[in-house]
C-alpha cells in the first residue's frame, strides 16, 4: 500500500519570503509520479508541480520547486518569494505506475503568508 | 484553458434520498475520477472509470455508489440512498493518455446530508 505523509498540518510565512514544505511517502513501486497541489478557500485544486519519479533532476516552476530524495521518499516543495496568493492549503500526492490510476494524498499543510 | 467543470456546486439532501453529482470533463481526456474530502480530512479516493467501465475503487465505493457516462460529455456520480456520513466535498477529476499528463481536477461539489 502507497502511504503520503505531510508532518506539518500548519504553516506560516512572512511575504517575499521562502518557506518548505515537507511530504514523505512510502511505496515498493519503482515507477511513479509525485505532486504538490494547492487549495485555496475556493477549494478548487490546482496542480502546482510534479516530479517523475525515474528524473534525478528536481522539478521547477517558476517560484516553485522541489527537493527530490528518492532513496529516503522525501518530496518537498519549496516556494520562494512568497506571495499573499499562496496562502492556500498544499497536498503531496503520489500516484504510481506509468499510466497510474488513482492519488494517494497526504493530509496536507495549511500555508499562510502573512503580510 | 480547458477546465473540468462539476454541478452543483452546494446539494443538500434529506438522509436516504438519491444524489446524482454531475461533471463534465476535459472533452479529450478518457480517465476520470471521483475523490472525496470530509471537511477537515485529506482527499480520498473513490473510484476511477476508463473505456466506460470502473477501472478502480476503493473500500469507501460500497453498492451505494455507481458511476455512469450517459453520454459523451458528462460523467455522473450517484448514491442511493446518502447516509449523514456522505456529507463531504466531491470532486471530480479528468486525464488523457499521455504519459505527461496529470489528473485535472474540478471545484467540487458539497454534499451536505440532513
Known amino acids: 500500500a502507497q502511504t503520503v505523509t505531510q508532518s506539518q498540518p500548519e504553516m506560516s510565512v512572512q511575504e517575499a519570503e521562502t518557506v518548505t514544505l515537507s511530504c514523505t511517502y512510502d511505496t515498493s513501486e519503482s515507477n511513479y509520479y509525485l505532486f504538490w497541489y494547492k487549495q485555496p478557500p475556493s477549494r478548487q485544486m490546482i496542480l502546482v508541480i510534479r516530479?517523475?519519479?525515474?528524473?534525478?533532476q528536481n522539478a521547477t516552476e517558476n517560484r516553485f520547486s522541489v527537493n527530490f530524495q528518492k532513496a529516503a521518499k522525501s518530496f518537498s516543495l519549496k516556494i520562494s518569494d512568497s506571495q499573499l496568493g499562496d496562502t492556500a492549503m498544499y497536498f503531496c500526492?503520489?500516484?504510481?505506475?506509468?499510466?497510474?490510476?488513482?492519488?494517494?494524498f497526504g493530509t496536507g499543510t495549511s500555508l499562510t503568508v502573512i503580510p | 484553458e480547458p477546465e473540468v467543470t462539476q454541478t452543483p456546486s452546494h446539494q443538500v439532501t434529506q438522509m436516504g434520498q438519491e444524489v446524482i453529482l454531475r461533471c463534465v470533463p476535459i472533452?479529450?481526456?478518457?480517465?476520470f475520477y471521483w475523490y472525496r474530502q470530509i471537511l477537515g480530512q485529506k482527499v480520498e479516493f473513490l473510484v476511477s472509470?476508463?473505456?466506460?467501465?470502473?477501472?478502480?475503487k476503493s473500500e469507501i465505493f460500497d453498492d451505494q455508489f455507481s458511476v455512469e457516462r450517459p453520454d459523451g460529455s458528462n460523467f455522473t456520480l450517484k448514491i442511493r440512498s446518502t447516509k449523514l456520513e456522505d456529507s463531504a466535498m466531491y470532486f471530480c477529476?479528468?486525464?488523457?493518455?499521455?504519459?505527461?499528463?496529470?489528473?485535472?481536477f474540478g471545484p467540487g461539489t458539497r454534499l451536505l446530508v440532513l
Open positions: 500526492a503520489f500516484m504510481k505506475g506509468l499510466l497510474g490510476n488513482q492519488f494517494y
Open positions: 516530479q517523475e519519479a525515474y528524473k534525478q
Open positions: 472509470f476508463y473505456n466506460n467501465e470502473i477501472s478502480e
Open positions: 477529476a479528468s486525464r488523457g493518455t499521455s504519459l505527461q499528463e496529470t489528473q485535472y
Open positions: 472533452s479529450n481526456h478518457l480517465y
